[in-house]
């Protein structure tokens, strides 16, 4: 199995731009998250899917942001517009069944909003 | 607000050395997991304990859980320069009106095992 993928890995962009950042999730697998890691507030879930519905979004920090899943092996994290305070790594992770088991992680994507 | 919190923030000890990391959370869960991440990676899962356990083992960890004191521990016994990372303890919270499968992390511990 490939495991989860994202991509970009990096993302570099201006203040205002619309960034769009994609996740494949494993094959099978459930739940779907979005998490987001900085040095000052350390890993935040933003968001988090079951069977491609929205259950958790109160992790998304304002309506610049917004996530789908539109289908069972792809998701979409997207800002508009970009700040500079958006700049972070950004993690997809993808688990299988009810109940908190293991979470599988992508890469990440690094995004930096100059 | 981060339901994990670990000690120490940092660690470095020399190859062979066991490393012990802790982490205290304020409400009641149903499990607490551990997980590494090495430096520009994706966090990957090492252990799960769940609330009625007290100890857990897999290869050279070792996890403790102490719900009374909402606490755990990780060692790493005989430690490696690759166990170099940032460990990280997550917390899923006892389920009130349905499950629920979110984890809140910890602020993590950064571990350096000098060869």
């Known amino acids: 199995d490939a495991g989860v993928i994202q991509s970009p890995r990096h993302e570099v962009t201006e203040m205002g731009q619309e960034v769009t950042l994609r996740c494949k999730p494993i094959s099978g697998h459930d739940y779907l998250f979005w998490y987001r890691q900085t040095m000052m507030r350390g890993l935040e879930l933003l968001i988090y899917f079951n069977n491609n519905v929205p259950i958790d979004d109160s992790g998304m920090p304002e309506d610049r942001f917004s996530a789908k899943m539109p289908n069972a092996s792809f998701s979409t994290l997207k800002i508009q517009p970009s700040e500079p305070r958006d700049s972070a790594v950004y993690f997809c992770a993808s688990s299988w069944g009810q109940g908190a088991y293991e979470q599988y992680f992508g890469p990440g994507t690094r995004l930096t909003v100059t | 607000s981060q339901q994990g919190e670990e000690d120490p923030q940092a660690l470095s000890i020399q190859e062979g050395e066991n490393a012990t990391m802790n982490c205290s959370y304020k409400?009641?869960?149903?499990?607490l997991q551990w997980y590494r991440q090495n430096s520009g990676r994706g966090l990957v899962h090492l252990i799960l304990?769940?609330?009625?356990?007290r100890e857990k083992h897999s290869g050279r960890l070792r996890v403790t859980l102490d719900t009374s004191k909402k606490s755990s521990s990780l060692l790493i016994t005989a430690s490696r320069a690759a166990d170099t990372a940032s460990y990280f303890c997550a917390t899923a919270a006892e389920p009130w009106g349905g499950a629920t499968n979110k984890l809140i992390f910890g602020t993590g511990t950064l571990l350096a095992v000098q060869p």
């Open positions: 409400t009641s869960i149903n499990n």
């Open positions: 304990i769940r609330s009625n356990e």
